[in-house]
């Protein structure tokens, strides 16, 4: 009978162990798919910078400089992993760019360029999204981690604590700004 007992208490064991497990996973695939989203927005707005380039370039040739800071900002962003430094720069080159619209303006009446910067903007509303729906996941998954009886096991199962997504460098003035509006 104290056999009988203790193997149902090991099954059981093991059942809140295999729940446990499978729960874990399953926050940890969200936070995964929340940095494959923020991924892919960045990978979308590095693809729209050349068409932004070409079409800046038959308004302003003579700003070489500027296109040129825009090119190389794109390829040092679009290449290997996300990094925050890059990106930064990649958006300072963008805000110069489109700053340009206004001593241009052919160029800011062109309906390519309007349009590439809706397109712009789309990307990095979608990008803010996602950056909010990642620390969500990661919220939960930190959540599901740390509370009973999961902490546990976590560790023993190889789970460790997501890091939250911050703002770069780029954006730490910016969020609490108030925004200019001009009409």
């Known amino acids: 009978m104290e056999l009988i007992i203790g193997i149902g208490a090991l099954v059981v064991l093991a059942g809140i162990v295999i729940g446990i497990y499978n729960r874990l996973v399953a926050l940890r695939q969200n936070v995964n798919q929340g940095v494959a989203d923020i991924d892919a927005q960045l990978r979308q707005r590095h693809d729209l910078v050349p068409n932004l380039v070409n079409t800046v370039k038959g308004y302003a040739a003579h700003e070489a400089g500027t296109l040129e800071s825009v090119i190389q900002a794109r390829n040092a962003a679009a290449s290997g992993a996300p990094n925050s430094a890059n990106e930064a720069q990649l958006r300072v080159a963008l805000d110069k760019l489109l700053a340009l619209a206004e001593a241009y303006p052919d160029l800011k009446a062109s309906a390519n360029f309007q349009q590439l910067q809706l397109e712009l903007a789309d990307v990095e509303d979608k990008l803010a ?48 700004a108030v925004p200019s509006v001009k009409f």
Not at 148 to 168: C, E, Q, S, T, Y
């Open 129 to 176: 999204a996602a950056r909010r729906a990642l620390n969500a996941a990661v919220s939960r998954y930190n959540t599901g981690i740390e509370s009973f009886p999961a902490v546990l096991f976590a560790g023993m199962l190889g789970f460790a604590k997501a890091d939250f997504h911050r703002l770069d460098d780029s954006e730490q003035g910016v969020v609490d």
